[in-house]
């Protein structure tokens, strides 16, 4: 199955000169979605974690299927003002902009193993400052996996040495 077949790009989207890869297309077919998460599952079976971190709002799509193939903990990465009780925040570059996410302070506990998930890995801002929330908690980064990557945006070099998987490649 070529994922790639169900990823609609959106040209100009949201700004002039960014090609959006729009999953939502991928989401409307319930079986190409499994096997979707079934590959990530998959692709982390080296991994030793406690943990599934997901960034709002696609993150969520990829990261809570996982948590409940795995009955691992999920855990959930939000913009500024979401989050009921205390959080730790940072401020992150965007493909097309600047943005926020915070995480609950008492969400993760010092020494536990963690996987990032998220849809898609850009210019590798978004988790390079997820990287920098969990380690600033005293936890540790096992790895990362994404739907697809476009590796024209060269994140590997930004995020340094860790375990990244992703699907697809573009
Ligand atoms: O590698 P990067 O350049 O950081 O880009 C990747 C991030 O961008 C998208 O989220 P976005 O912030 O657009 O939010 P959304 O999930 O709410 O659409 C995507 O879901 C990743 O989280
Ligand atoms: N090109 C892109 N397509 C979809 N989501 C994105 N997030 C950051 N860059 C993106």
Sequence with gaps: M??????????DFPK???GF?????LLNNGEVFKKTIDMCVENVSEFDFD???????????????????????FVPIRKPGKLPSETVSIEYEL??????????????????????ADDLLATGG???AIV???ESMGAEVVGMVFIMELSFLNARDLIGDYNIKSLIKY
């Design 2 to 11: 070529d994922l790639k077949n169900y990823i609609r790009e959106v040209q």
């Design 95 to 116: 493909e097309y902009g600047v943005d926020k996410l915070e995480i609950h302070k008492d969400a993760i506990k010092k020494g536990q193993k963690v996987l990032i």
């Design 126 to 128: 978004t988790v390079n």
């Design 16 to 18: 002039e000169g960014i």
């Design 21 to 25: 890869k729009d999953i939502t297309t």
């Design 132 to 134: 920098k929330l969990i």
């Design 51 to 73: 943990v599934i971190v997901g960034p709002e709002a696609r993150g969520f799509i990829v990261a809570a299927p996982m948590s409940y193939a795995l009955s691992k903990s």
